[in-house]
Nanobody
């Protein structure tokens, strides 16, 4: 069974850094894109950053210049590093992976989410 487990959330001061790792467990045949989304209270879930299996990245305009996304295909992990956090970065952050499990077909998996709160 495939599971995505995020960690690293919590209360952070404005201007500070944040690191959010996500580990994918299970028997995986092939990974496609992996990424992070976030959902602020009362708003829709939006893309933060995505990285393809080949390492190409796409970042939301609101985080460009403050964020890097990386993945380790050998360890089945994707990691988000943010700097210069702002109160408007407060949200639940979700890890997402498009993958094909052994014996299955390509589909999208989500983590349970981790709360990030940025205090001013």
């Amino acid at each position: 069974q495939v599971q995505l487990v995020e960690s690293g959330g919590g209360l952070v001061q404005a201007g500070g850094p944040l690191r959010l790792p996500c580990v994918v467990s299970g028997t995986i045949w092939r990974f496609n894109a992996m990424g992070w989304f976030r959902q602020a209270r009362g708003k829709q879930r939006d893309l933060v950053a995505v990285i393809t299996s080949g390492g190409r990245t796409n970042l939301a305009d609101t985080v460009k210049g403050r964020l890097t996304i990386s993945r380790d295909n050998a360890k089945n992990t994707v990691e988000l590093k943010m700097n210069s956090l702002k109160p408007e970065d407060t949200a639940v952050y979700y890890c997402k992976a498009d993958l094909t499990p052994h014996g299955g077909s390509l589909r999208t998996y989500w983590g349970q989410g981790t709360q990030v709160t940025v205090s001013s």
